[in-house]
């Protein structure tokens, strides 16, 4: 079995050592230009060139949970595209979303101002009650962020494409019922993946439906967000601030207003990164699966775009 590798702005020697170590029987070898036809991929937004010399692949593993830049390209017809499955991403996503939200609800940041002048202040008592928190999008990391928030006694809901039952989460689905999630949230995260459907999905229209004092977390992708729409929002005093953690370009060109901005917190697409020895027992073991001819979890439908 034969495997080639080709991660866009990743170190492959680590990958290369652990992969082969999992997979000792197999052929482990980066990708270049005219590389041998493998059976199967490792990638992170390779280039066209590459699937269009492996026509013959037969599984595509992406060494993250998003697809979106895989579902730009032409993939070889029989090819299964599988995503990472958590594989230690859900854990981080629920520290980021739950210091968000929290840092936010209890005006942390106005602590650290008063700080620097050493006042000692008691912020207001704000009803968590108040706070529901909308998890847009509740696969493998929304559920883990919004059984997260529900440990903190936030009232929590849920919007999927498809009826989703969590327990203590009020459950949302559908374009249908996409207005009512909205109106019934005033903290919004952002972890639908980036598909046809949902680009531009918080635009000016959208986050209007959010409760007075509505604030923005995306952990999703850029794409999902307008950029001068959230801007404008939170200038009019409808939103109170957002925490973004991706962006339409990365890295964040240093002239972008987001990052001046009094009331956005700018992070480097960091909410929940790749483990790397998580991910190479993940995916060899998927690897072997598929070998034997035995299903996997996390294959991507290209039809959906996810
Ligand atoms: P997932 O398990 O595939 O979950 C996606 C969720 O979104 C599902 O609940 C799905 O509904 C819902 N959804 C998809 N399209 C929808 C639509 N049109 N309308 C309503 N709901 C829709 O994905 P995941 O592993 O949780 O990852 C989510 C995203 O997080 C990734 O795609 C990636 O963009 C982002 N991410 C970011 C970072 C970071 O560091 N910032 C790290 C990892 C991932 P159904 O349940 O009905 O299918
Ligand atoms: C990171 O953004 C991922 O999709 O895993």
């Known amino acids: 079995m034969r495997i080639t590798f080709c991660c866009t702005g990743t170190k492959a020697e680590p990958w290369l050592q652990g992969l082969r170590a999992a997979l000792p029987e197999a052929t482990i070898e980066e990708w270049a230009p005219g590389a041998p036809q493998a059976d199967h991929a490792v990638v992170w937004a390779p280039p066209q060139a590459m699937m269009d010399e492996q026509p013959a692949l037969r599984g595509v593993f992406n060494i993250g949970a998003g697809v979106d830049a895989l579902m730009r390209l032409k993939l070889p017809a029989g090819a299964t595209i599988v995503r990472l499955d958590d594989a230690g991403m859900s854990v981080q996503m629920a520290e980021y979303v739950c210091h968000a939200v929290i840092r936010h609800f209890r005006e942390f940041d106005v602590c650290a101002d008063n700080e620097l002048d050493a006042r000692w202040v008691f912020n207001r008592q704000l009803r968590r009650g108040d706070f529901p928190v909308g998890v847009m999008g509740m696969g493998v990391l929304g559920e883990r962020v919004a059984k997260a928030l529900l440990q903190f006694e936030f009232p929590v809901n849920g919007w999927s494409r498809s009826p989703k039952q969590v327990d203590g989460v009020r459950g949302f689905h559908g374009q249908d019922q996409f207005d009512a999630f909205l109106g019934a949230s005033r903290v919004l995260v952002c972890l639908v993946p980036l598909t046809p459907e949902t680009v531009d999905i918080m ?11 509505g604030y923005v977390i995306n952990v999703a992708r850029g794409g999902h967000l307008v950029d001068d729409d959230l801007i404008a929002l939170i200038d009019e005093g409808h939103l ?10 990365e890295p964040l060109p240093q002239d972008h207003p987001f990052w001046s901005h009094p009331k956005i917190t700018v992070t480097p697409h960091t909410s929940a990164r790749t483990v790397r020895d998580d991910s190479i027992e993940q995916i060899a073991g998927k690897i072997l699966a598929m070998e034997r001819g035995e299903a996997v979890e996390g294959v991507v439908h290209p039809d959906r775009g996810y």
């Open 240 to 249: 109170t601030g957002a925490t973004l953690d991706v962006f339409r370009t």
């Open 203 to 213: 635009r000016r229209d959208t986050l209007s439906r959010l409760r007075p004092g």
